[in-house]
């Protein structure tokens, strides 16, 4: 006798979308086994609520109720024993990136490293390349990593391209965040504007690739409050991106309060880590799935029994603009 799940509607932004069906987006750090269990201390979440035998089954419930075509987790530790099976047989495709020196190897009985992963569905789009990247700071690699897949459209012919990342945490590490996302972004920007598909002018128009580049969406943990300089950065990139939750805001232009909500021994922490980007010129957001009430959340915070992960997930909807711009 488990609390009801947490019930969150779609906020409609009235952009209609001319396009048959948009791109269902989810973005999601669904906490690391592991990491739950053996490092974050969450001292309001029961034990019993964190483990495994019934928590995989909130976290997949909470993707199949999205049912997104693109879905890009953070802290996957059970991949190849849950995630990549039964997603697998749900008709998704996907990549898993660990990282390096994952925390989740210091834990007792883990079960591997944790890392991000990729799932498309396959029956939409099909697979033209995969990068696996390995995040430099400052020269230096890092143990944060991203996936980059260049994905196209079997009905319409369209290409775009879908990163997933999680920059490193905690306070102190905001230059080291920035200096990733710097990496990151100099990465994208060469995987977009690179042509995996030898493809002459005519055809890159209409698939939508442009002289700008092919289209993009980068979903991640970035770790960082909109005020820190990564921020900024994927704000301003040459790339054109904008971010999809600002939709909800009233002035169109504020990050929601919130994307992650935990009680540690260290006290509480309420704070937007998590992102969508996208081509501005590319996409158009048609929806976006809201963040739940501080009631709904409840007073112990996350995770919780109706919520299997301290960071909410993210949803939206993105649609081609009508036709593939092209700037000469
Ligand atoms: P990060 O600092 O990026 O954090 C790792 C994880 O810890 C994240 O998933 C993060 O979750 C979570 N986290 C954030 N804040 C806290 C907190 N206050 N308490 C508990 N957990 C928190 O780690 P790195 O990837 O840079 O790795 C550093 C760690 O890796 C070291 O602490 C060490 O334990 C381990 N390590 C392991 C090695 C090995 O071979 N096994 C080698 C070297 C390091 P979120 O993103 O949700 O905030
Ligand atoms: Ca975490």
Redesign the pocket.
Known sequence: NRPPRLHRDFMMTGACSLQSAPIRVMQW?IL?QA?GEG???FVRCPMEALNWSERKYLILEEILTYKPDVLCLQ?VDHYFDTFQPVLASLGYQSSFCP?P???C??VHNNNGP?GCALFFNRRRFQLLHTAHLRLSAMMLKT??VAIVATLRCRFTGRVFCVAVT?L???SGWEAFRSAQGAHLLQQLCELTTQSHTEMDDENRTRVGETKDGIPLVVCG?F?AEPSEEVYRRFMTSPLGLDSAYKCLSEDGNTEPPYT?WKI?P?GESRSTLDYIWYSERAFQVDAVLKIPSEEQIGPDRLPSYHYPS??LSLVCDLSFSQKPHRFM
Do not use: M
């Open positions: 750090n690391a990491l490092k974050d201390g802290e990282k020196c994952s925390p190897l210091d944790d143990n944060q999680h490193k945490a905690r943990d770790n992650s540690r260290s301290d960071h």
